[in-house]
Nanobody, 126 residues
Framework: QEQLVQSGGGLVQPGGALTLSCAAS????????VGWFRQAPGMEREGVAC????????LYTDPVKGRFTVSRDDARNTVYLKMDSLKPEDTALYYC???????????????????WGQGTQVTVSS
């Protein structure tokens, strides 16, 4: 059964850091772009970062640029989202997703993605 399994997340103080993991099971992520999305209560789901499957080029949306880093380890079939300098407005349910896009392409559009992780809560609060 193909699935993405997320881990990490939790409660952190403002200015702190967390790393989320997204491991594929039942298929190889090697030829898939991976995106990270988040959804705060009462808000639309939004893309925050994505990474291509060729050379691992990454794209970030403005709210997280310079603070979040997405990386992939194809040997471990896992993608990571390292979040630094966290702010209260980063509080949300975070999802990873995989898309069969071209080698040099990734997307912040959720409709492009086929497989989704179960979501993990990130809460930034003092």
């Amino acid at each position: 059964q193909e699935q993405l399994v997320q881990s990490g997340g939790g409660l952190v103080q403002p200015g702190g850091a967390l790393t989320l993991s997204c491991a594929a099971s039942g298929f190889s992520l090697r030829n898939w772009a991976v995106g990270w999305f988040r959804q705060a209560p009462g808000m639309e789901r939004e893309g925050v970062a994505c990474i291509t499957h060729n050379e691992g080029f990454a794209l970030y949306t403005d709210p997280v640029k310079g603070r979040f880093t997405v990386s992939r380890d194809d040997a471990r079939n896992t993608v990571y989202l390292k979040m630094d300098s966290l702010k209260p407005e980063d509080t949300a349910l975070y999802y990873c997703a995989a898309a069969p896009l071209g080698a040099w392409t990734c997307s912040h559009q959720s409709t492009e993605y086929d497989y989704w992780g179960q979501g993990t809560q990130v809460t930034v609060s003092s």
